[in-house]
């Protein structure tokens, strides 16, 4: 009877624990080591939403294998949630791939070009580092070269791609693929397992976000 009793209050005991287990689920994300607290925030596009931003590379080989990881979690992000992409100027040859980004924003077919500008790069091997590649590429796409070659020296772009870069260095970022949260936080992917954890920090950052509003 007394050990009935005792398991009864271990039962009880396990049940009001419960809560308290899967607040501290993710206990294991560390700021220092699995993401970084900027001092100075960063303004996000949409300030209403918790932005989760990519900076990417299209000639990024590690950019190129997360992508079907991005597409899967953007699939089930929560509405308050706003998905942000840049592309990044700090590594060699990015500028016409970056400005190409912006074109195919400004177009609306962003999600059209995105993935094949991959696909061509890494898959099929096409060497879309140049001007002229790049304006024969959209030409596939309905963009004529010449309203390539125009928007891909506007002001417009230009501006973008200003932007882009000045985000890159205020959050201070080294490599690509890189993650931020809510213009504050910085996901750092070189001390996490896999792609996965990457994933689940950014959850985790986006949870923390939502709870201080």
Same mark, same amino acid.
């Given at each position: ?152 020296? *506007? &002001?417009? #772009?230009?501006? $973008? ?7 890159? +260095?205020?959050? !201070?970022? @080294?490599?690509?693929? *890189? &993650?931020? #949260?809510?213009? $504050? ?7 996490? +397992?896999?792609? !996965?954890? @990457? ?15």
């Amino acid at each position: 009877m007394l050990r009935q009793v005792a398991g009864a209050f271990a039962l009880l005991g396990l049940i009001f624990a419960l809560p308290a287990l899967a607040d501290s689920g993710h206990a294991r994300f560390a700021e220092g080591t699995h993401y970084q607290v900027l001092s100075e925030p960063v303004s996000v596009a949409d300030p209403d939403k918790i932005e989760v931003r990519e900076f990417f590379f299209y000639g990024c080989p590690a950019c190129y294998n997360v992508e079907p990881l991005i597409n899967a979690w953007k699939a089930n992000a929560p509405e308050d949630v706003d998905f942000v992409r840049s592309p990044v100027l700090f590594i060699r040859g990015a500028e016409p791939l970056a400005r190409a980004y912006f074109v195919a924003e400004a177009k609306g077919i962003v999600d059209e070009v995105h993935q094949p500008i991959f696909d061509a790069i890494h898959k099929h091997r096409e060497p879309l580092f140049s001007v002229p590649a790049l304006a024969n590429f959209f030409r596939k796409y309905g963009v004529d070269p010449d309203d390539f070659n125009e928007m891909y020296s *506007s &002001f417009g #772009v230009s501006t $973008k791609v200003r932007q882009a870069d000045a985000a890159s +260095r205020d959050y !201070r970022l @080294t490599g690509v693929p *890189s &993650f931020t #949260v809510a213009g $504050k936080y910085v996901v750092l992917r070189n001390n996490l +397992r896999n792609d !996965r954890e @990457t994933f689940e920090v950014i959850d985790y950052l986006v949870g923390l976000e939502r709870n201080k509003r």
